[in-house]
């Protein structure tokens, strides 16, 4: 295991690091030799050590490990408890393990998100949250979307975009050159970021092109991507360079309501939330953000009934803004609200693009039992729905408005 956590000379804390594999295939034996080597005294300690799977995600393997030490309560069990996160087969196509490592520990550093532990070969071993796991329905209760827009505030206006939006081009993987473009794509103002479009511009590129076919839709994608940077990429909400820090993947599940006797839910009487996995953390604009949350309240079903009209949307945004600017030292306009309104009914086709490229590589890599080519067209289909609407194509056909395009015009 490498060096202990701490910091020297000013450099940021070391991350220990636990030369092992998690296996699938031999989950408690697996689980147990991990925790051991940051927990040692767990090892000969009496008490049963408990571990329990979660099953709410699709990517990668969660567990709960938790020792049961006698006369220990159980909150104070759930207090010391640790999570562990092994990686989905081949994901690193898809995600920068480093980057995701490194946004944690910078969420983590401004109490946004829990201490990172260890990594591990195939993973990451962090403190449990004690706290109650969404779901879609949860999502469109009042209070809970109310705290979910307060603690996105917060979020984008306190994790620092520059600290992590550089690119190095080196695969954290293996350490091969990216031989692709650029992964840094230039915001409005010509600074060159590593952000949600390079993530995109990465995933195009790592498509299959095995058949006439998969080439079509790969430079079909691509295209598509050249054109929504060409139309979006404005800079028009808030943050730096027109760019906030973006968790980029809140789903229910991803979404924490903390107990009512929390320290963080005294403070107004009222529900508070936190956000958990930061592997698609990146630079964003604010609206991507927004509108991928907006897009899960229908969870992985797709249940457009369950999306936000546009009263709601606007109620959620000012929220944010409030808690933004409670939490941000960057001066925000007057009209920002009206802007960001904006600016998320034109960003909400995105989430369909960027999640449908996304489930096309799933279906070729994953183990994991969910259709992922149906998911990818569902998702496109949203895109695509989008873009008919926005371009005029749907009405110049006189075809019917498709339910969720149908449910985002509702006041």
């Not at 899960?296 to 999306?307: K, P, S, V």
Request: charged share 25%; glycine share 8%.
């Amino acid at each position: 295991m490498g060096a202990p956590n701490g910091t020297a000379n000013g450099a940021p804390p070391q991350l220990p690091f636990v030369d092992l594999r998690f296996d699938n295939k031999n989950v408690d034996d697996s689980a147990r030799a991990l925790v051991y080597r940051i927990q040692p005294k767990w090892r000969d300690a009496p008490g049963e050590l408990e571990i329990v799977r979660f099953t709410d995600g699709i990517t990668n393997t969660l567990l709960k490990i938790a020792k049961h030490l006698p006369g220990q309560s159980q909150a104070e069990i759930d207090r010391d408890s640790i999570l562990l996160r092994a990686y989905g087969n081949h994901t690193e196509i898809l995600i920068d393990r480093d980057r995701e490592a490194q946004s944690h520990a910078l969420a983590a550093e401004r109490g946004l998100a829990p201490p990172l532990l260890a990594r591990f070969k195939n993973g990451l071993l962090y403190r449990y949250i004690v706290g109650q796991v969404c779901t879609p329905r949860d999502l469109i209760s009042e209070p809970v979307w109310r705290a979910v827009a307060k603690r996105l505030g917060e979020w984008h206006a306190l994790l620092p975009v520059d600290s992590v939006a550089q690119s190095n081009g080196v695969d954290s993987t293996n350490g091969a050159a990216h031989d692709s473009r650029p992964s840094g794509v230039d915001t409005a103002d010509g600074h060159s970021v590593h952000n949600v479009w390079s993530v995109m511009q990465k995933w195009i590129e790592a498509l299959p092109r095995d058949t006439p076919k998969q080439k079509a839709r790969q430079e079909l994608l691509q295209k598509e991507l050249d054109r929504s940077i060409e139309d979006l990429n404005k800079g028009r909400g808030p943050g730096s360079h027109g760019l906030v820090f973006g968790h980029c993947d809140l789903l229910s599940a991803n979404v924490i309501m903390l107990p009512q006797d929390s320290a963080s839910s005294k403070l107004d009487g009222g529900i508070e939330v936190a956000f958990i996995d930061y592997e698609y953390a990146t630079p964003c604009p604010a609206a991507f953000d927004i509108a991928n949350h907006f897009a899960e309240w229908g969870g992985y079903d797709c249940d457009y009934n369950m999306l936000p009209t546009k009263s709601v949307r606007r109620a959620f945004l000012q929220d944010y803004l409030e808690s933004y600017k409670a939490h941000s030292d960057n001066p925000v306009s007057d009209d920002m609200l009206d802007v960001l309104h904006d600016e998320v009914d034109r960003y909400r086709g995105m989430p369909g693009l960027f999640w449908g490229i996304w489930a096309l590589i799933q279906a070729v890599i994953s183990q994991i039992d969910f259709d992922y080519a149906s998911y990818a067209e569902v998702r496109l289909g949203e895109y695509f729905a989008w873009r008919a609407e926005q371009n005029g194509t749907r009405v110049k056909e006189g075809t019917e408005i498709p339910l969720r395009e149908r449910r985002w015009a509702e006041t």
